[in-house]
């Protein structure tokens, strides 16, 4: 016989989960001692935080990673990043600890009710009935979060439990395509090769589903104008191809009148579609014929319009290109780069991106959370990699730091950018000291524009008027905070300093923040700007 805890590591071990992403408790103790020489623990200061790093870490890798939360503190500090995790289909095996089953019925100090609470935010919670089913459990967990669409489950183990006698549990393969309907796939076929105009709209899942090489070779074959979801969580296509045609905008009608050209949209991996700005009217112009691939059954359920098919995007875009007619090439110009922005005092966000976008390393991968300057980002970064720019969807902050930090250990021989708002890095900024204590050299470039400029412009959109408390950010010196946590950092004000900053940054292995002192723009948020602006759409 075994212990809980033997059993546990060994399955961790064979499931490739020795990575151990946590933040630690009296009720995690029993698990977490004499941790196993083969296993890393990753310790963060706050558990959105530490859930968050695992985030990133299973986005970049496509597979789960183990969180250790404490009790029913995960619900409250890390719900978030489980929510994230959602929304963005990572899968995440998320643990806590729970007191002592022998004592529960008398609600004991940090007695958990995690598992109700995260419950509407997992694809399952579960607390064991028995102690010896706890490897079981884990096992169960890992297998439903690498199911399309991948998420996080949730598992809360009483802590009497590790020391418990149980049979080990051995690895089995569960399967994790699903192949959507040839029939259905057949009726996407007969309306593209019937269109005059035809659109993709890429989205997330593409990555998700490893179809990036796909969809592109189907772009091509098609002559296809290509956009991306609005609110985009990741970019799955190159921004400098000719077909690129830009992100959609986050608006019923904005984003209709954007296709309203196009007699038949397809869209690949994405809901149907994204909203913030409620601009009422129809989805997609009337009469155009819509399609949806998805692999997540809810955003197949949820969609406002169209034909939705469930399945796979590699193997369905596969299949579409070869049941398609080839078109021939049309006579398009190379997209051009966007207009070099004026150096100005204070800098613009433009101008920064477009910096940026001159020193970036080859292969670097952004991780963004820049409400009000998401647009300029979109514009002026032109990443042509898959795997290049991750966001969140769920609209929560907090995001960015944490990702960064994860996605940078994912891929060690790729560099990683946060680019995040002054008030974005305040909702995780203690993942700052574990970058530095684990030497995971991130660099992070904080847009310091003292406001919360995306909701001074939201108030506009929303036409609150801004009378409203609450916007403004004064006082917060953000590379003391970070010196505070041991990492080397350094404040831009003038243009001329920035790519100096910024170079010196990339040449160096450690992780580094600069924060740059940038004009407020509120006319922006989320992509959207004044084009968005609902009294237009009366
Ligand atoms: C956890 C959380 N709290 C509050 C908000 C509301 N919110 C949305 S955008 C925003 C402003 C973020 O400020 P900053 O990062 O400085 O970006 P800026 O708006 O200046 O571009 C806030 C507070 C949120 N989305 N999530």
Redesign the pocket.
Known sequence: MTTVREATYQLLRDLGMTQVFGNPGSTELPFLRDMPPDFKYFLALHERSAAGIALGYAMGRGKAAFVNLHSVASVGNGL?AIIDAYYNHVPLVVTTGQQDRRHLQAEPFLVSRAVEGVEPYVKWACEPLRAEDVPATIARGYYLAMQPPMGPVFISIPMDDWTQECEPVGVRDVSRRLFADRSQLDEVCRAIDRSTNPALVVGAQIEEDHAFDQVLALAEQLQADVYQEPIASRWTFPRRHRLFRGSLLPAQRPLAEQLASHDTVLVLGAPVFLYYSYVPGDPIRPGTNLFQITNSPRDAAAALAGKSIVGDLADAVEYLQLKTQKRSARNLPAREDPQTPKAEAPITPAFLFNVLNRVIPSGAIVAE?????KGDLDRYLLLDQAQSFYSVRS????FGVPAAIGLQLAHPNRRVVCA??????Q?SIQALWTAVQYQIPVVFLV?S?S?????KSFCDFTQVGRNVPGMD?PGIDIAKIATGYGMKSETVIQHEDLEPALTAAFSAREPRLITVRIQ?DTSK?MGMDQSVDPPKYR
Do not use: F, Q
Not at 369 to 373: G, L, V
Not at 395 to 398: D, F, N, P, R
């Open positions: 978030s959370e820049c409400p009000s300057s609209g929560i902050l907090g995040v708002g002054d008030g974005s890095i909702y847009l524009n406001d919360y400029s995306a909701l950010l407020s948020c």
